[in-house]
């Protein structure tokens, strides 16, 4: 940004000079696709679908004016929200979606620091263990949400195999609505390798004096991960939180494939990009699907918002 | 491992400690791999291996007429050239004018630049569902939907820039010497010789790392697919192999076959290019 600035700043004179002309020309025309897909494909789409959220749009007459009354209907609509239990609340959009974000992403973030602190070790082979844990992150999610309903088999699966061999409990998995979204969060568990390795690339940063510090004043492991690791790798923890959150309730994929478009079993599995999808595109409801789409960008605005301001009492950058 | 031995601690702690690191390593790599044994070991089974009880967790002799049999359940060799015939312009779509825009982001000082980074760091957090019904029904509206005008909605966006990827660029632009393209300048390079000549190829990491990521993202995508395409004939390998499994749910023989057929090339695309994969994603989520 800082450099950016300058150029603009140097000249502002009230006829340009030839110079700055031609600088300005040169860098608008390298520019000019992005901008023209910045106008058409974002900025545009972005303002029509605000003016369609006010409108009855249903994709075969022009949309009408009906002000507020999608962004009402949405919160009396059973399968976006229900208030009143937290079963019921969880056979809804917002309830499961919510679900997703607030269990599964300080999960996966977790479980993406600890694989990242294991494999950040010298153990032998460990360029060979790192490529296999990120492996599954190149897998495409459609496959690998496939590949979770055979694991997760409730008789011919491999985990349940294993579990009667222990002689434990063995749950219906993704048959089971109870059981159903903590078994997608063990998939994103499996496909985590994107934070995993951008933590693991924090935790190569860290100046190996600093652990020898805490070493000389008795410290041990839980000194060194508490009072070193952690505050080092916190913009990173930051990083990760957020595109969690951003993809958590981008939610989609995963659990169409496992559930369909009604998110099967009993709206377990229906997620809000799933009831947009839906709503749009089945239902052919545009003005609904609209305010549907402008209430998630409020809710990812809101949590980035938070996040970014809690953060300033965890987060510890250098300078 | 030195420091704390020379710290004074007891003498059998660091090996046990390195025991339970051996351990957690173990763990972890199995966690991550079992599932992909198992689909393999799956792909090679014949039916009645499949429900055995109890489940062999060898294959009962290699039953390899799994793998035709993808190849045939779905028209597999169509839908992977349809997937290709998105995933390549996208990715050549996005190298260049991703390329173009972070070059005049990072090497061409003009008035305006700064108001132009902003938006593009600002655009980087909108989420796609709240454009994706308005840009169907400009796609629809322009004729682009289902006929003989190929994947236009599935490809036509990349050749104008995405957010992500322009900053990335501009982020390793930023980085190389500014002396390289002045001393050109002096010389009478334009601008565009520049770009082509001096930064594009000191520039290759970042390029490829766009690539891959592009790549990865069309080759898997789903939900795109999925509203625009509706003819079986022009499915992608997503919409297909996904059609198969909602109706076929039960033939985990081929099914397996078919997925890992699917995940062969873009795990054979990373491992052979890990190296500036890795350093590139690690290079995003620090600068970001």
Not at chain 1, 48 to 77: C, E, M, Q, V
Not at chain 2, 198 to 212: E, F, H, N, Q, Y
């Amino acid at each position: 940004m800082a450099r950016g600035v300058d150029g603009g700043a140097t000249a502002r004179p009230r006829r340009l000079s030839p110079f700055t002309r031609r600088a300005i020309v040169t860098g608008v025309l390298f520019q000019l696709p992005w901008l023209i897909g910045f106008v058409a494909f974002l900025l545009y789409p972005a303002l029509a679908s605000f003016y369609y959220s006010f409108t009855h749009y249903s994709l075969f007459k022009s949309p009408h004016w009906i002000g507020l009354d999608n962004y009402r209907n949405l919160f009396s609509d059973q399968f976006f929200i229900q208030y009143d239990s937290l079963d019921h609340f969880l056979q809804s959009a917002v309830g499961n979606t919510l679900y997703i974000m607030v269990i599964g992403v300080p999960v996966s973030t977790v479980f993406a620091f600890v694989v990242a602190m294991l494999l950040n070790t010298d153990v032998k082979g460990i360029a060979l263990w790192r490529t296999l844990c990120f492996l599954p992150a190149v897998m495409s999610p459609l496959v690998a949400s496939i590949l979770w309903v055979w694991v997760f088999n409730p008789q011919f699966g491999i985990v349940n195999a294993f579990l009667s061999f222990l002689h434990l409990p063995q749950p219906g998995w993704l048959n089971d609505p109870t059981w159903a979204k903590p078994t997608l969060i063990l998939l994103n568990l499996w496909q985590v390798g994107f934070s995993m390795i951008i933590y693991l690339a924090a935790l190569q940063g860290v100046p190996r004096e600093l652990y020898e510090a805490v070493a000389i004043d008795g410290g041990g492991f839980w000194q060194r991960l508490r009072y070193i690791t952690l505050p080092l790798v916190s913009p990173v923890t930051l990083f990760n939180l957020i595109t969690g959150v951003i993809a958590a309730l981008q939610f989609f994929t995963q659990a169409y494939t496992i559930g369909g478009a009604s998110g099967n079993p009993q709206s377990s599995l229906l997620f809000y990009v799933t009831y947009i999808y839906t709503s749009a595109f089945q239902n052919f409801d545009m003005g609904y699907a609209s305010a549907m789409s402008w209430l998630l960008f409020v809710a990812i605005a809101l949590f980035t918002a938070i996040l970014l301001l809690a953060s300033r009492r965890w987060t510890y950058y250098e300078r | 491992m030195s420091a704390r031995a020379k710290s004074g601690r007891i003498v059998w702690y660091p090996p046990l400690r390195r025991a339970f690191t051996y351990l957690g390593v173990a763990i972890v790599v199995a966690i991550f791999l079992i599932p992909f044994l198992w689909m393999i070991v799956t792909s090679l089974k014949s039916p009645d291996d499949l429900i055995a009880h109890p489940l062999s967790w060898l294959p009962q002799g290699l039953y390899l007429k799994n793998y035709p049999d993808a190849l045939s359940i779905i028209p597999y060799m169509q839908y992977l050239g349809n997937t290709m015939l998105i995933s390549v312009p996208n990715v050549l779509g996005t190298l260049i004018s991703c390329s173009l825009a972070a070059y005049s982001l990072a090497c061409v000082r003009w008035p305006g630049r700064g108001i132009s980074f902003g938006l593009v760091l600002s655009t980087m957090m909108l989420p796609y569902p709240v454009t994706i019904i308005p840009l169907y029904l400009v796609f629809r509206h322009l004729g682009w939907i289902d006929l003989a005008s190929g994947y236009l909605p599935l490809t036509v966006p990349a050749f104008f820039g995405a957010p992500f990827f322009i900053f990335l660029l501009r982020q390793f632009f930023a980085s190389i010497p500014m002396e390289l393209s002045e001393a050109a300048k002096v010389d009478g390079a334009s601008e565009l010789r520049i770009y082509a000549q001096i930064m594009l190829p000191l520039s290759r990491p970042a390029l490829a790392t766009t690539a891959l990521l592009t790549f990865l993202y069309t080759y898997t995508d789903f939900l795109n697919p999925l509203i625009y395409i509706s003819d079986p004939d022009r499915f992608t390998l997503s919409l297909g192999l996904l059609g198969y499994f909602s109706q076929h749910g039960a033939s985990w023989g081929p099914l397996m076959a078919a997925a890992a057929m699917f995940t062969v090339p873009t795990a054979v695309l990373f491992l052979f290019t890990q190296r500036t994969f890795i350093q590139g994603i690690a290079t995003s989520g620090i600068k970001g």
